[in-house]
């Protein structure tokens, strides 16, 4: 079983969805839990931050943490074309030195 | 653009070979980290540099080893290339030393093909 279990999809969705993308984890010692969005042919860029449990909303995005779960969210309001891209969730314990990814989830958004 | 910089961008070579990657940090971030994108493994972290010196290591290859330069530029050298190694190849940086929250802004990567 990997550290972080993430359903590679591809998600197709119409514009204007609601977006939801999730990921699974085993190490309950995981405190910081991050979103990255990557485009095609493109690096990773960091689009969310969470430490611990709860919510943070930024715009139209939105990441929830469940750690009693093991489980973590991200939510796109309003999906755009351009949200289009592949999503990667990320996990660590202290450092950026020592994150776990997810697979990925290829979410397409058809205007 | 994240401002960092990897050179080159495509690199096809043959296995037993060896390959030098290059990676330039945004102006200012001390730190670099190289990570390894393949389908089957997902993005992993290798190494990381601070300011010259090592700081932590990853899931690197014996055959793999990097270093940072006094003007913070960072190589990847991959060596007795085998077809697994075909991978994307990315160079991130952050300004200090990693900590948890910091920003990581990574480098749009070397697609590595092995044949």
């Known amino acids: 079983q990997k550290e972080v279990e993430q359903d590679p999809g591809p998600l197709s969705v119409p514009e204007g969805a609601i977006v939801s993308l999730n990921c699974t984890y085993s190490n309950s010692a995981f405190q910081y839990f991050m979103w990255y969005r990557q485009y095609s042919r493109k690096g990773p860029e960091l689009l969310m931050y969470?430490?611990?449990?709860g919510n943070k909303e930024d715009g139209r995005f939105t990441a929830q943490v469940d750690k009693s779960s093991k489980y973590i969210s991200l939510f796109i309001r309003d999906s755009q074309p351009s949200d289009s891209a592949t999503y990667l969730c990320a996990m660590s314990l202290y450092n950026n030195n020592d994150m776990r990814f997810g697979a990925g989830t290829r979410l397409t958004v058809k205007p | 653009d994240s401002g960092v910089t990897q050179t080159p961008k495509h690199l096809i070579t043959a296995t037993g070979q060896r390959v030098t990657l290059r990676c330039s940090p945004r102006?200012?971030?001390?730190?670099v980290y190289w990570y390894q994108q393949s389908l089957d493994q997902g993005l992993q972290f290798l190494i990381q540099y601070y300011n010259g010196e090592e700081r932590a290591k990853g899931n690197i290859l014996e055959r793999f080893s990097a270093q940072q330069f006094p003007d913070l530029h960072s190589e990847l050298n991959l060596s007795s290339l085998e077809l697994g190694d075909s991978a994307l190849y990315f160079c991130?940086?952050?300004?200090?030393?990693?900590?948890?929250?910091?920003?990581?802004?990574f480098g749009p990567g070397t697609r590595l093909l092995v044949l």
């Open positions: 991130a940086s952050s300004l200090y030393t990693g900590g948890a929250g910091e920003t990581q802004y």
């Open positions: 102006s200012g971030d001390l730190s």
């Open positions: 969470t430490y611990s449990s």
